[in-house]
């Protein structure tokens, strides 16, 4: 992860490949992964948050899924490579709470430098994420409404 080929002083992973494994680590819960994959003053910014600061930070926010009950998933849908330093991704979250499973869609952008995310933006529409809320609440008291996540197609 984020190695340097000696050679050319190159990443050996793309931006698309830094976001992919990026996505994948936080969906299945690695978060000591994600965190590595973080450069050490990376931004994150999402929608309807204040912005975090630093590796330290984000690190800290992943630690609170940790210790907490809220479960957080997410399925990469797609990935595509912007220019030398950007990725894109789309992708299901789902956060999770015994029965109640507010699950959106998530547009990630990431801007990386030596193998490293340094810009981390996540947005997520306002009406969907509000549908989320509204469908997890209906799921927990009747099951067959809850969403469950789609197979990644990446």
């Known amino acids: 992860m984020g190695t340097i080929d000696t050679v050319n002083n190159a990443p050996l992973w793309s931006p698309q490949d830094v976001a992919e494994r990026f996505v994948d680590a936080l969906g299945s ?53 912007i220019g030398r330093a950007g990725a894109v991704t789309e992708r299901v979250t789902a956060l999770v709470y015994g029965p109640l499973r507010v699950q959106f869609r998530v547009r990630g952008t990431f801007e990386v430098d030596g193998g490293r995310i340094v810009v981390w933006r996540d947005e997520a529409g306002v009406r969907d994420v509000a549908k989320a809320v509204a469908r997890a609440v209906a799921g927990a008291v009747y099951a067959p409404a809850r969403p469950t996540l789609p197979r990644a197609a990446v």
């Open 29 to 81: 819960g690695d978060y000591d992964i994600a965190e590595h994959l973080l450069a050490k003053k990376v931004v994150y910014r999402r929608t309807g948050g204040r912005p975090l600061r630093g590796r330290a930070a984000i690190a800290r926010h992943f630690r609170w899924h940790a210790r907490t009950r809220v479960a957080m998933q997410a399925v990469l849908l797609t990935s595509e490579q």
